[in-house]
């Protein structure tokens, strides 16, 4: 005698069967407000061990699944780190998500294009110039009066330019240094004051000079000289001057050049021209500080408005080849301060980097480089762990947070396959690309000959 059919809806079958099926992270339903809403998100790809995958960090960060919108994408060489990233922008656009990309490869081009975009692309003594000293204004509704906000923005710019001297340097600044720097920050932010900030703003130029020849009402107020303050910083002068008078001048050295839109789906930084820079990451800070600074003017903070979602759009900063930064502490401590700021400033942050040892190749276990390893994964709740090699997973897996099953399976995955910790939960997801999204990721031109 046969035994009856059972039969069952799929949403029954899930609890039948548990842990062998993930329902995934779109399309639920989600209350809101009182309201009932859905979570959705682009689709990524297949889960292997589900049924499609889709992701929004907005939509996931509005639902309260996530507490920030940030993301790490990690991986061997030729895994399709990129290509996942290019398609998800691509796919973003359709929700009105906007993309900045920091782009030293300048593998964005065809994307650009499909989007009828140009890279802005820079190289020393070249036509276009960025201010990275254009800074963000503070965010909105905290109460800060004209003059606090003018402060905020000081020290904005106190920070960015510490950061590049230290890197430049290789050690943190004096308390003498950071001084000097921070009166000609003032005094060069102060004599801009009510004029064009995009003309007339502090730019490189003007804080060296400003080092170099300090005056006396800045000397006075640190109980010192005109001779004693330029002494004090000098050598950070000399260290910023390079950008400004050296072999990487004609980037970052003047007001941004007019004509420059942060308006539009898309937004390219063209790097390729320094790419074999030993200043990489030094010349893409400056070129994220400058995308940092624009998002205050187009952007609402990530979930201020629960009650009008889809008023929300924010954009997704994308720094690929995110190592160069990392790699170096001065720049990477001010990555990962500019980080946090990413809710209040409506962006969800993407770096892309080869390993985590690429954050503390000089940094011995609990030294501060390996502490900015675990603040930036901290920071990013997000991580696409595509294949690494067993050493590598080893030392990754308790900063990943992988479980031992995972942290065996990292280094067998195939390309375009890639575990996905998001928040407390993990999806195996299977990247898919369209024959027209190919011919936008396609690096391989090189490799099989023909470029
Ligand atoms: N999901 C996928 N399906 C099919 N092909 C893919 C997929 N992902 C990437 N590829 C192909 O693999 C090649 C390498 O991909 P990609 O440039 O994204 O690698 P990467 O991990 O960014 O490498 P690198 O570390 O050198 O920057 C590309 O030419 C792309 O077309
Ligand atoms: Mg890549």
Same mark, same amino acid.
């Given at each position: 005698m046969g035994i009856p059919a059972h039969e069952a809806t799929t949403r029954h079958l899930g609890a039948v069967y548990p842990f062998l099926s993930e329902p995934g992270l779109g399309n639920r339903m989600v209350g809101v407000g009182g309201s009932v809403d859905r979570a959705g998100g682009v689709l990524v790809g297949r889960?292997?061990?589900?049924s499609t995958f889709a992701y929004d960090p907005f939509e996931l960060y509005r639902c309260g699944f996530l507490t920030n919108p940030n993301m790490i994408v990690i991986g061997q060489i030729g895994r399709g780190k990129s290509a996942f990233v290019k398609t998800y922008l691509w796919r973003l656009a359709v929700f009105g998500r906007r993309a900045w990309v920091v782009d030293p490869k300048g593998e964005y081009g065809a994307l650009a294009r499909v989007w009828g975009v140009e890279p802005v692309a820079l190289r020393p003594g070249g036509p276009i110039r960025l201010n990275p000293l254009d800074t963000a204004s503070p965010a909105r509704g905290d109460g800060t009066g004209a003059r606090a906000g003018a402060e905020e923005m000081a020290r904005q710019r106190g920070e960015l330019l510490a950061s590049l001297s230290a890197a430049s340097l290789g050690r943190s600044l004096l308390p003498t240094e950071r001084s000097a720097l921070d009166l000609a920050v003032a005094v060069t932010s102060s004599s801009a004051q009510g004029s064009d900030r995009s003309t007339s703003g502090p730019t490189l130029p003007t804080v060296v000079d400003a080092l170099l020849h300090p005056e006396a009402e800045s000397a006075r107020s640190v109980g010192t000289d005109v001779a004693g303050l330029a002494a004090d910083g000098r050598n950070v002068a000399l260290e910023l001057r390079r950008l400004v008078? %050296?072999?990487?001048?004609?980037?970052?050295?003047?007001p941004t050049s007019p004509?420059?839109?942060?308006?539009?789906p898309l937004v390219v930084l063209d790097l390729s021209a320094v790419y074999?820079?030993?200043a990489l990451g030094i010349l893409m800070t400056c070129a994220t500080a400058w995308l940092q600074a624009g998002l205050g003017a187009v952007t609402k903070a990530v979930g201020s408005d629960r009650d009008h979602p889809k008023r929300t759009d924010g954009v997704v900063v994308v720094v690929d080849e995110a190592w160069a930064i990392l790699a170096n502490l001065g720049v990477a401590r001010w990555l990962q301060s500019s980080w946090k700021l990413s809710r209040a400033r409506g962006v969800s942050n993407v770096a892309v980097l080869h390993r985590l040892s690429d954050l503390d190749t000089? %940094?011995?276990?609990?030294s501060e480089q390996v502490g900015l390893a675990r603040g930036l994964l901290s920071d990013s709740e997000t991580r696409v762990v595509y294949a690494q090699p067993p050493g590598e997973v080893e030392r990754a897996a308790p900063l990943l947070g992988l479980s031992s099953t995972e942290a065996e399976l990292v280094p067998h995955l195939r390309r375009g396959v890639a575990l996905w910790k998001v928040g407390t939960r993990s999806f195996l997801v299977q990247h898919r690309l369209s024959p027209h999204e190919l011919s936008i990721v396609d690096t391989d031109e090189r490799m099989d000959g023909r470029a």
């Open positions: 889960d292997l061990l589900g008078a %050296g072999d990487l001048q004609g980037m970052f050295d003047g004509g420059l839109r942060l308006d539009g074999h820079s030993a000089t %940094g011995a276990v609990g």
